[in-house]
């Protein structure tokens, strides 16, 4: 496969020569002309496949403010209106596909209704996916850890399943123990040998501390750039010189952050952490679910929203926002052979745009999107067959 | 015109009798099956139509991070580009109105670059536009009245060309003398008898005071009903009972508050101003603009970022969101004949959706909007002829 005369993110135009699945060159192109915009596969670093309710009738959602009214709806909706996580799942996966994200970082529910049930369904889903996209799983203890008996061996069966990753959700405010829920965590990473994605939402000092706990245990572990901090509320909350501190020890630690730059929340500042040597990338968290019915499995609407969050307007800023649902995914998760550099898994998006900044706010459907070597959607729609 | 078989903001089933541009009826449908969500037109309630590049090749920003960076560069820019407001103006009203707003509150910049000719181009619009758009025009003092001999007089010229409201912009900030500021724009509304419109970007008890002295000139003028202070950001910055205070006060006044829900910064409290009374409408500020490269003509997408903005997930909760792109906006704005009700005049948007909440959250482009009884567009595209 030959993809002749377009712009790797916005430079002179090339031939991309495609050969077993992997970009073998780029050749300048003679052909005059226009040419589209060549992004790599986007990277969706944080999303809830099993939560999903996207592809069934719209369910009107009456659910209290808390994080537990929330976990404890979303039980009982499930049941009543026979949610189905590898249906679902399926759904918001291929939406993501023809929206030109080709690897994802789903969390999986293990608690004590679902046990294993989704794990074992979106195990099934990453299989029917791959080779049109690269689907990683995070066992994702939703409930706590310790306050289940149970969960602990679950979320060890899960990860002798195949789960990629192994979760973990605000220690001290679910589990009550931040010390033994952390301990929980990464005893499952090392006996596993798997990395670590951990939910923390947990405001202010309280956060601020279980991130110095993350921290110790990733250095004692020598578990740099395996471990994945979640949405780091408590970054936002602090003031500079505390939360440069905390980054500090992050980065050095070699602990990533991931944020779906929510409009409602003080989050971790972007260009500071960068400044400091972390790693920050993008996820949409919930998409139309029992937590929340907003969101769109569509990475550039994700890179739009950092933008706007942070609020970055200069074209070189909006390229700091692409960054987020692109390398710095990809570095964050571990998803190797990632970009246009030859040798890379030829995961190839075109967009019809004249540089990254516009890719990103205009939003338009891929004109074309290519996993793996092989065409997986045209116009936003996936390809057949 | 008949439109059969809708369901008014997600009641009944009912065919809408529209007779002479109007509402004339609504009666029950006895057809089964299932039926479009209809909503009144929706209100852009806060844009600068002058200022867009919509429909132009992609500009690349390259502006300094402030306000006065942003105000100096579009002036150079203008001119280095060719922008036209009359064209990119009406693109972008036409886009607005292909995704179903038909009534627009637009501000237009009055300073010593454009003196009148934003005006008078944006006026023409108006006239081009009526019929199928009600545009409000906001004769706006971008770079301060007093520092710029001339502004003053503009302004009152803008006023008797047919300006429909006058506007005012950080009153301490920009001028650098709050209260002679305020005194020329009330006195240029009380000289017109015209309303008032005032971006109020000012932080914390800066702010605090400008709502003060908008309030007192407001009340001592009788004006409430007639005064929109747009953003108010001051209001997310202060403590609960001190922003408690002052929207007491607004309220007291009948002064309303514009909002974009900018994800990156704090806003006034959307749930708690409407308990004390206020009007809270939203509008997008800057869409494709030499400020912004972000945001887009759709009140659909504005009301997704108030909920998300204000963490509204809820149905119940995501109608508030609707509302303030809607009847919301109508009362703010003074839009008259606004509504479902028989009168009203007949701007009616038929979305494909179960109810408010589904409508807001995947914003599909309207099946129908009709304008004053006219079909205007169909399936997100303008109607021709």
């Keep these: 496969m030959i993809l002749e005369h377009v712009r790797p993110l916005g430079a002179a135009p090339v031939d991309v020569h495609v050969e077993e699945g992997r970009i073998a060159r780029l050749l300048p192109s003679a052909r005059p002309g226009p040419a589209a915009l060549l992004l790599p596969g986007l990277v969706e670093g944080h999303c809830h496949l099993d939560k999903t309710l996207w592809g069934l009738p719209w369910w009107v959602n009456e659910v209290g ?8 709806n979303e039980k009982r909706v499930r049941r009543r209106i026979g949610m189905d996580a590898a249906r679902e799942g399926r759904a918001l996966a291929e939406a993501h596909l023809a929206a030109g994200t080709t690897r994802l970082r789903s969390h999986v529910d293990v608690d004590e209704e679902s046990r294993l049930s989704h794990v074992e369904k979106l195990l099934g889903l990453r299989e029917a996916m791959a080779g049109r996209m690269e689907i990683q799983l995070v066992a994702f203890p939703q409930s706590g850890i310790l306050r289940t008996p149970g969960v602990r061996e679950w979320l060890d069966e899960a990860l002798r399943l195949g789960c990629d990753a192994v979760g973990g959700i605000d220690p001290s405010l679910i589990d009550r123990d931040p010390v033994r829920h952390l301990d929980a965590v990464f005893g499952l990473a090392q006996k596993h040998a798997r990395p670590v994605d951990i939910h923390l939402h947990e405001p202010g000092e309280l956060g601020a501390f279980a991130l110095e706990l993350i921290a110790e245990r990733t250095r004692a572990l020598g578990m740099g750039g395996r471990v994945v901090v979640s ?4 970054l936002g909350d602090l003031a500079g010189p505390r939360a440069d501190a905390l980054m500090a020890l992050l980065a050095e630690a070699g602990v990533a952050l991931c944020t779906s730059a929510p409009p409602s929340r003080a989050v971790p500042p972007l260009k500071r952490a960068r400044e400091l040597g972390l790693i920050v990338f993008a996820g949409n968290d919930n998409i139309r679910d029992t937590w929340n019915p907003a969101n769109a499995p569509d990475m550039l609407a994700r890179a739009e929203m950092v933008a706007l969050k942070y609020d970055l307007r200069r074209d070189a800023d909006l390229a700091l926002a692409f960054e987020t649902v692109s390398g710095a995914g990809a570095l964050g998760c571990g998803f190797a052979e990632y970009g246009l550099a030859p040798g890379c898994r030829a ?26 070597g092989r065409v997986v959607a045209r116009d936003g729609a996936l390809a057949r067959g």
């Design 231 to 234: 949405h780091g509320f408590a």
């Design 65 to 72: 403010p808390t994080r537990m009214d929330r976990i404890e």
């Design 347 to 372: 995961d190839l998006v075109l967009v019809e745009a004249s540089c990254l900044a516009e890719a990103v706010v205009t939003r338009r459907p891929p004109k074309l999107v290519v996993s793996g």
